[in-house]
Every structure is written in C-alpha cells, then in structure tokens.
C-alpha cells in the first residue's frame, strides 16, 4: 500500500521541481516595434450597384478613368486619385511598457485597449467630430472608431493581430468610394488609408450608381 500511494507524489515532485527549474525568458521593458514593411494581401476589387464586383481586366478603362477622375460637390473639390500607399508610409512605432501602457510614436499614449477575439484594438484620445466624418459612424469598417463621452470619434485607430511574440500585423486599408442619390446627384466622395478592415457586409448596400475600389 505504501508504494502505491509514494509513486504519484513523486511522480508529481518531480513534475513540480523541474517546472520550476524551467527559465521563462520574459520581455525586458520598455519595448520598441517598428513598421518593417508593407505586404499586399489581396487585389484591388472595384464593385458598383448591389455589391457587382467588376472584373479587373474586362473592365479596364473604366476603372482607370473612376480610380483617376476628381470630384466636385458645391464648392468642394476632391483630389480624389486612388494612390496605393508606398513602403515609407506609417513609419511609426509602438512602445510597451511593463506596467500596460502602450504609446504611439512615444509621444501619444494609447488610452483605450479592446480585444476582440484575435485582434486588439488600440486607439488614442485624438478625435474628430461624428458630423465631420459620416463614414466612420456608418457600417463600412469592420472594427467601428468608437465613440467618446462627447460624440466623438477616435481619430488614431490601430487593428492589430499577433501570431507570435516578436511580430504584429497592422491591417492597411486603402479605399475610394463614390456615392448618389436615386435622382443620381452625386452625394459623397469619401476616399483615403486607415489601419482597419473593410467589412464585407457593406459592399451589398451599393447603390445603382455608387462604385467602391
């Protein structure tokens, strides 16, 4: 009977001793990361009316001519060339510091942290006003730019996944989008590079004379 009761305490003192003879080689404080590179992870999709996605090479010259055209509304002008973004954009970087705290450029302090599911949200107290930006309050980005205690909007916004310990993926969105009315009066230009996602949903509320690269 003795044996059989002294086998599993050893068997689990050993376990213990050699779990904490184990070394954890923990980040040294405070850690810097830097923007490395820009990686394409997907082709430029156009879609018009009802989320019609049009085909890159059949329809060539009219998406160069939506892609290229400027825009006027009133007495509004929009420089609105669809430009990819080149390797010198967002040379940024992020610093982690051992008490929680996160800054951007290590002047801006990341003042809201949200984690949904794989990713983590970090935004900064810089903000717009809702009335400013209308596509920001609408559903186009996957991860909304939540509101503050005064109506407005995050402005410095950051989607990030880690699939390791020493890599961090920023997810880089470039879009244009080009909205009308049912008269067919041109309502909205809005274009632009935003470290979020787009959400799939919203390509289906296209309407008839609307385009979105």
């Known amino acids: 009977m003795m044996k059989t ?11 213990f001793l050699a779990a904490c003879d184990k070394k954890e080689e923990l980040p040294v404080y405070p850690v810097k990361m830097t923007f490395d590179r820009i990686e394409p992870t997907s082709e430029m999709r156009v879609f018009t009316s009802g989320g019609t996605k049009l085909d890159n090479r059949s329809n060539v010259a009219a998406i160069t001519g939506f892609l290229d055209r400027y825009y006027v509304i009133g007495t509004t002008s929009y420089n609105s060339r669809f430009t990819e973004p080149g390797e010198s954009y ?6 982690f510091y051992g008490d929680g705290r996160i800054a951007y450029s290590a002047v801006t302090e ?34 909304p730019f939540n509101p503050t205690q005064d109506g407005r909007r995050y402005y410095i916004h950051y989607v990030i996944r880690s699939d390791e310990q020493s890599k961090l993926e920023v997810p880089l969105l470039y879009y244009k989008l080009v909205r009308y009315n049912e008269n067919g009066k041109l309502t909205s230009v809005d274009f632009g590079t935003v470290r979020n996602e787009l959400n799939e949903a919203f390509i289906k509320t296209l309407g008839k004379n609307d385009t979105l690269a």
């Open 5 to 15: 009761c002294l086998y599993p305490i050893l068997l689990l003192l050993t376990g």
């Open 90 to 95: 967002g040379k940024a970087n992020f610093t």
């Open 110 to 143: 990341i003042t809201d942290v949200t984690r949904i599911d794989d990713v983590m949200l970090l935004q900064a107290p810089f903000t717009n006003k809702v009335e400013d930006d209308p596509l920001a309050t609408s559903n186009f980005f996957k991860y």
